[in-house]
């Protein structure tokens, strides 16, 4: 049983248009919820993070979205450069407990073409 | 700043040989520490995770475990790898912060 899915395993974006990436979870007891980036043959890199009583948060180009009726959040990538071509994962972070264990997502693969 | 090595950085080893992959991190104190597996085509699967020197918690059964000897030391190994073993093997560490930091993987292929 899957908790955090990423139903599109590709995205394919043109240089400057929006990237819009999405994940949906299925335990509404997670409540923090993260975004990484990976290129291949490297350790994924935190690129964003959401505490489920907030809706959004901005970093720069990057803005994630949380919708906890629907169980579904979104990363926005705007402009989207060549340089943002890698796999993106969410995570989700249960309640409680001192392990800060995060349930990832499948990924998504982010092609921009220049 | 912190840091997190892993070595090595690829690996090729024969079915029924041991296996050892080491992390380190660097620039502080008492982490949680984690190992991942990412299977080709898959997102990424906790192993284990420990939150203290010599304290191993195991996600999934597995011909796989893990130790911590010292605070910012941790080990995964094997006895006898199988072929469902290869895998890009992450290790991460956390604070009191809820974002993991990825070291740069060891990529792994049994023959």
């Known amino acids: 049983d899957q908790q955090v899915k990423q139903n599109s395993p590709s995205l394919s974006v043109q240089e400057g248009r929006i990237s819009i990436l999405n994940c949906d979870y299925t335990?509404?007891?997670?409540?923090?919820f993260l975004w990484y980036k990976k290129y291949p043959a490297e350790g994924p890199t935190f690129l964003i993070s959401i505490s489920s009583i907030k809706d959004k948060n901005e970093d720069g180009r990057f803005t994630v979205f949380l919708n906890k009726s629907a169980k579904h959040l979104s990363l926005h990538i705007v402009p989207s450069q060549p340089g943002d071509s890698a796999v993106y994962f969410c995570?989700?972070?249960?309640?409680?407990?001192?392990?800060?264990?995060?349930?990832f997502g499948t990924g998504t693969l982010l092609a921009v073409q220049p | 700043s912190q840091t997190i090595h892993q070595w090595p950085a690829t690996l090729v080893q024969p079915v029924g040989s041991p296996l050892s992959l080491e992390c380190t991190v660097e620039?502080?104190?008492?982490?949680?520490l984690y190992w991942y597996r990412q299977a080709a085509g898959r997102g990424l699967q906790l192993l284990f995770y420990?939150?203290?020197?010599?304290?191993i918690s195991s996600e999934v059964p597995q011909n796989l475990s893990a130790s911590r000897p010292q605070d910012r030391q941790f080990i995964l190994s094997s006895k006898k790898l199988l072929l469902s073993d290869s895998g890009f093997y992450l290790c991460?560490?956390?604070?009191?912060?809820?974002?993991?930091?990825f070291g740069p993987g060891t990529r792994l292929t049994v023959t």
């Open positions: 995570a989700a972070k249960g309640y409680g407990g001192a392990t800060n264990k995060l349930i």
């Open positions: 420990s939150v203290g020197i010599g304290q």
């Open positions: 620039g502080t104190s008492n982490p949680n």
């Open positions: 335990n509404s007891m997670f409540d923090y």
């Open positions: 991460a560490w956390s604070s009191m912060a809820y974002e993991q930091y």
